[in-house]
């Protein structure tokens, strides 16, 4: 084999079965269908409500249901890398778990905490496992139980998010010219003011007073982190398109992170790209974290076709922000 290419070869999802509409959230906190549609598009969102399940369980599901569409057995699978925010436990990671319940006896495990950007990162980070020619067969799973960490009394923030999961196959190929092509990333620092969660850490442990002042929660200033947003986002972008010679005429498909339509139009008006041409589900989905973008693939595969240039970019608390260019391996269809 000569040069390695890393590519995704098969695309799985899960979002739990109960649908929270505006119009519930509109019975729990002072809000209606039309201020939040016209504020960031979302018109319901899935919620994970058994007790006693977590983001392993989503990011599990996901899993085995794109092992079963790639025919990839246990004994086959190098690694598995888990991004989230939300993992069952401090420690230990919520990959460890998928993979004990998955079975993957040659295989190990981890988390990455990279927030919204969890995805785009890792997909980065299994692509250089794979071109390294170490590894042939890599899980990326984007995984969030967001209703796990929102206030649903606070109006501002409760519409926001929902849970879902979902996880790629990435392999090793020695065609040329298909794969990840290109990562444009980047942590700013900036964030930590305007977008985080104040206790539960080891800086503010849980505590009575922790709890009683709803600490547990994520906190963020809306209109800081949509202007950071909108600028990283679409710069990420055009620094990508344009050190790979791309325009709006060879770009099949972009896929945003799925946290507020009007970050979503920004970006597309940015690079000159029409909406037909960007994945969006956040109507139905909302902001599910690192799981935005694997989601959207997940929905949108049957319209990919081998060869499309596709551009994925996210933003998300650290102010953490970057793009994958990716040329498609395969026919969704």
């Not at 025919?71 to 939300?86: F, H, K, Q, Y």
């Not at 990840?180 to 503010?204: C, E, N, Q």
Request: net charge negative.
């Amino acid at each position: 084999m000569g040069k390695i290419n890393a590519i995704i070869t098969g695309v799985g999802g899960y979002v739990p079965d109960y649908i929270l509409t505006n119009e519930e959230l509109s019975r729990m906190v002072d809000t209606n269908d039309e201020w939040i549609m016209s504020r960031v598009g979302i018109k319901e969102r899935r919620i994970l409500t058994e007790e006693g399940l977590g983001t392993s369980y989503m990011a599990r599901k996901a899993a085995k249901l794109l092992m079963k569409k790639t025919g990839a057995t246990p004994e086959s699978i190098d690694a598995l890398i888990v991004a989230t925010s939300t993992a069952d436990y401090h420690y230990p990671s919520t990959a460890s778990i998928v993979i004990g319940k998955l079975g993957l006896p040659n295989a190990f495990a981890f988390d990455l905490w990279g927030a919204c950007c969890g995805f785009v990162y890792s997909l980065d980070v299994a692509s250089a496992m794979i071109q390294s020619g170490r590894f042939k067969r890599i899980i990326v799973i984007g995984a969030d139980k967001m209703s796990s960490v929102t206030d649903y009394k606070d109006r501002q923030t409760c519409p926001l998010f929902g849970d879902g999961a979902a996880a790629v196959m990435v392999e090793a190929t020695d065609e040329e010219n298909i794969g990840l092509i290109d990562s444009y990333l980047r942590t700013d620092g900036l964030g930590l003011p305007f977008l985080h969660m104040k206790a539960g850490g080891s800086v503010s442990p849980a505590s009575h007073f922790t709890v009683d002042h709803h600490m547990h929660f994520t906190y963020q200033e809306g209109r800081t982190v949509f202007r950071y947003a909108v600028t990283d986002m679409s710069d990420d972008c055009a620094i990508i398109a344009e050190r790979n010679h791309l325009d709006k005429d060879s770009i099949q498909w972009v896929v945003p992170h799925q946290a507020n339509m009007r970050i979503i139009e920004a970006v597309a008006r940015r690079l000159d790209i029409p909406m037909e041409k960007v994945m969006v589900n956040i109507e139905r989905y909302g902001n599910t974290s690192a799981a935005t973008i694997p989601l959207a693939l997940w929905e949108y595969e049957p319209q990919l076709k081998k060869g499309d240039n596709v551009i994925m970019t996210a933003f998300g608390a650290g102010f953490a922000h970057g793009a994958n260019y990716l040329r498609w391996a395969y026919d969704g269809k």
